[in-house]
């Protein structure tokens, strides 16, 4: 199938897609058609910083079909590189609206991560929220490799059409890459920690929060252990800029 072609920014090597949540679920619904399996990252500062100096994980990220910009650090980089973008569109975001559609389609949808039983609740709440969503299966990320083929074949048993990956960034993506051959299912998205929150083990930010773009920072004193993650933000924002003088300077010459 041809898809059509869609604006892209480039944010430290990454390429990510311009594209509100409802485009980005429209894209969804093309790749589907696809002959192959499909991946959608879900790309945030914090792995657009590390694949900078990471080649395959950049490889991997540039392959999918499908890039959106996670966090408000992405959008606010691809603004600053001059790009044109309405919203982030999140993994829980993805989640939440891929489930409706499913729904309102007849998707099968598959839920693959977190602790063990935290998919199925997962799936339980979704089903709540989404009347007539068909749930083909879940199964935990707490697996070594030798269990992985056992894993494979459920997955590609249950036949669904979109499978939900929460393992976590980069983890996600690596997995994904790792055995997209081997999956058939038409769309694999990454979800990071999703699940969690939708089984109701975790909370997310409180709208006034989630408006604000401030979502990091009640995640940051929600967790006070993720500020070692955090602390990638300023070099992010330090290398975006000094890309965007770069550039500027070349435009010049």
């Keep these: 199938m041809n898809m059509p072609k869609q604006q892209k920014a480039e944010i430290l090597g990454c390429f990510v897609d311009l594209l509100d949540l409802e485009q980005a679920v429209e894209t ?9 399996t499909q991946m959608v ?7 657009a910083y590390a694949a900078r100096d990471n080649r395959q994980l950049q490889a991997i990220i540039n392959s999918a079909g499908l890039v959106t910009a996670d966090g408000i650090g992405v959008v606010w980089a691809v603004r600053t590189m001059g790009g044109q973008i309405k919203q982030r569109v999140t993994g829980i975001e993805l989640v939440y609206r891929v489930s409706e559609e499913a729904a309102r389609e007849g998707w099968r949808i598959f839920l693959l991560g977190s602790a063990p039983g935290i ?12 009347p007539g969503l068909k749930v083909a299966g879940s199964e935990h990320g707490y697996h070594g490799s ?3 083929p056992a894993v494979i074949s459920k997955i590609n048993e249950a036949r669904p059409d979109i499978l939900m990956v929460a393992l976590g960034a980069p983890r996600q993506e690596y997995w994904i890459s790792e055995h997209q051959a081997e999956l ?3 769309v694999c998205i990454g979800v990071g920690g999703s699940f969690d ?6 909370k997310r930010a409180p709208e006034i929060f989630i408006k604000l773009n401030l979502e990091w920072l009640y995640r940051l004193l929600s967790e006070p252990a993720r500020i070692k993650r955090q602390v990638v933000l300023p070099l992010f924002v330090f ?6 003088y770069m550039h500027r300077n070349k435009g010049d010459e």
């Design 239 to 244: 290398q975006v800029l000094k890309n965007k």
């Design 41 to 47: 990252v879900t790309l945030n500062a914090e792995i």
């Design 197 to 202: 929150v939708i089984a109701g083990e975790k």
């Design 146 to 148: 030798k269990e992985m």
């Design 119 to 130: 998919a199925e609740k997962a799936a339980d709440g979704l089903c709540s929220l989404y």
């Design 184 to 186: 058939e299912v038409p």
């Design 28 to 36: 969804i619904r093309n790749l589907r058609e696809c002959h192959d």
